[in-house]
């Protein structure tokens, strides 16, 4: 089945505690993408990556990682996690990043930081 | 920039009843404009999707879009409401640009009364 699969589901942390969400895909997609949502603000962009080893800013990076190592994986990583991080995290990822693509979406992340 | 304005945070309406969700955009071309929707703990799922041609667009489960240029607007509608299209509404505006590919608006929680 073709999917986007986000690691874990749930995540209570403390501030500055280091922590990295995966997220997978299985359908050989170039592009990949990682959201937050916050009530009222809609999902807004962290990162994206148009290949391997080729990653850029979205709207929102600051305080935010990512790498692309492999087509498939393109994990989250907080170095050191604030309050402010609190939110809902989507991975997801397109056949190659065009405008007009449909976006297939993880089942996302719950990130609380303490 | 793309923007993208969903002026209902909240709409209830009753079992069986018509629905419309509004969303307006800004954008400086022809927009490619998308509606996802988000079910409790779920991802989000592409209900359809507008390039250009028909501006009235049919997508998944009895749902449908009107692309009105002159009043910047995208509004979907479904004719009979289901309690199963409870959730969250994303209208999107996809733009041409290096990989930030989706705006979103911030979104219209639906709840459906029996």
């Known amino acids: 089945e073709a999917q986007v699969t986000q690691n874990p589901r749930y995540l209570i942390t403390v501030t500055g505690k280091k922590l990295t969400v995966t997220c997978s895909q299985n359908?050989?997609?170039?592009?990949m993408s990682w959201y937050r949502q916050d009530p009222g603000l809609g999902l807004r962009q962290i990162y994206y990556?148009?290949?391997?080893?080729?990653?850029d800013k979205g709207d929102v990076p600051e305080g935010y990682k990512v790498s692309r190592k492999e087509k498939r994986n393109f994990p989250l990583i907080l170095e050191s996690p604030s309050p402010n991080q609190t939110s809902l995290y989507f991975c997801?990822?397109?056949?190659?990043?065009?405008?007009?693509?449909?976006?297939?979406f993880g089942s996302g992340t719950q990130l609380s930081v303490l | 920039a793309q923007s993208v304005t969903q002026p209902d945070i909240h709409i209830t309406v009753s079992e069986g009843a018509s629905l419309e969700l509004r969303c307006n955009y800004s954008?400086?071309?022809?927009?490619?404009l998308f509606w996802y929707v988000q079910s409790p703990g779920q991802g989000l799922q592409l209900l359809l999707k507008?390039?250009?041609?028909d501006t009235l667009v049919q997508g998944i489960k009895g749902f449908e879009a009107e692309f009105k240029r002159s009043q910047s607007s995208f509004n979907l509608r479904k004719p009979s409401v289901h309690w199963s299209d409870a959730a969250e509404y994303f209208c999107a505006v996809g733009a041409w640009g290096a990989g930030n590919m989706l705006t979103f608006g911030g979104g219209t929680r639906l709840m459906v009364k029996p």
């Open positions: 997801a990822s397109s056949f190659d990043g065009k405008a007009n693509e449909k976006l297939f």
């Open positions: 507008y390039f250009s041609g």
């Open positions: 954008y400086g071309a022809t927009p490619y």
């Open positions: 990556s148009m290949n391997v080893e080729v990653t």
């Open positions: 359908m050989n997609h170039e592009y």
